[in-house]
Nanobody, 116 residues
Framework: QVQVVESGGGLVQPGGSLRLSCVAS????????VAWHRQVPGNQRELVAD???????YYADSVRGRFTSSRDVAKNTAYLLMNSLKPEDTAVYYC??????????WGQGTQVTVSS
């Protein structure tokens, strides 16, 4: 099994920034992709950024130019830097990890609230 833990969420004013972290641990074989999703209660989970390690990163139109995903392979950690945050970015943010041997694993989510 692979464990995935997100952190870094919180309350921020509009225009502010946050950096989310996603740490994978456990029986990792090789992580080939990490994606960030978000969900507002009552809505479907939305793909925000998809970082396949062999291709370019995909960003949703709503966040392109404001959000940047990155990774530290040695630490099995991925990051989502969120700048110029807007109230509509308020959601629970989830990290999805794909291990080529063990499959897909999700974290428990971290709350991001953008409000003045």
């Amino acid at each position: 099994q692979v464990q995935v833990v997100e952190s870094g969420g919180g309350l921020v004013q509009p225009g502010g920034s946050l950096r989310l972290s996603c740490v994978a641990s456990g029986s990792i074989f090789r992580i080939n992709a990490v994606a960030w999703h978000r969900q507002v209660p009552g809505n479907q989970r939305e793909l925000v950024a998809d970082m396949s390690f062999s291709n370019n990163t995909y960003y949703a139109d709503s966040v392109r130019g404001r959000f940047t995903s990155s990774r530290d392979v040695a630490k099995n950690t991925a990051y989502l830097l969120m700048n110029s945050l807007k109230p509509e970015d308020t959601a629970v943010y989830y990290c999805r990890v794909f291990d080529v041997l063990h499959g897909v694993f999700w974290g428990q989510g971290t709350q991001v609230t953008v409000s003045s």
